[in-house]
Nanobody
Framework: VQLQASGGGLVQAGGSLRLSCAAS????????VGWFRQAPGKERELVAA????????YYADSVKGRFTISGDNAKNTVYLQLNSLKPEDTAVYYC?????????????????WGQGTQVTVSS
């Protein structure tokens, strides 16, 4: 499975972006798709995830109420809507897919990764 992340950019604080994670060729072949982010000098952190089977979702406390993760099976694409962006949201955002079930925080639990897309929020 190859994942292609896109949609990042430069936006002012309070603005919005929509990130897309497309699986090439076939379906995700995964039970869980997550969005991680990594800011300079910080560890990669899980900000949102969606489980296909139960359609359950997870959000980090720092983004709850501002970010929304959703999936489109027909398009083999998972989206992350980013609203009310803050400068501290600035990071490279990665999508990742996990073939086994269960939403986990650790990046090592995910089997496939997209290339990352830069999100920069100016104050």
């Amino acid at each position: 499975v190859q994942l292609q992340a896109s949609g990042g950019g430069l936006v002012q604080a309070g603005g919005s972006l929509r990130l897309s994670c497309a699986a090439s060729g076939h379906s995700f072949g995964a039970n869980v798709v997550g969005w991680f982010r990594q800011a300079p000098g910080k560890e990669r952190e899980l900000v949102a995830a969606i489980s296909w089977s139960g359609r359950s979702t997870y959000y980090a406390d720092s983004v709850k109420g501002r970010f929304t993760i959703s999936g489109d099976n027909a398009k083999n694409t998972v989206y992350l809507q980013l609203n009310s962006l803050k400068p501290e949201d600035t990071a490279v955002y990665y999508c990742a897919a996990r073939t086994a079930s269960g939403i986990y925080f650790e990046a090592s639990r995910y089997d496939y990764w997209g290339q990352g897309t830069q999100v920069t929020v100016s104050s």
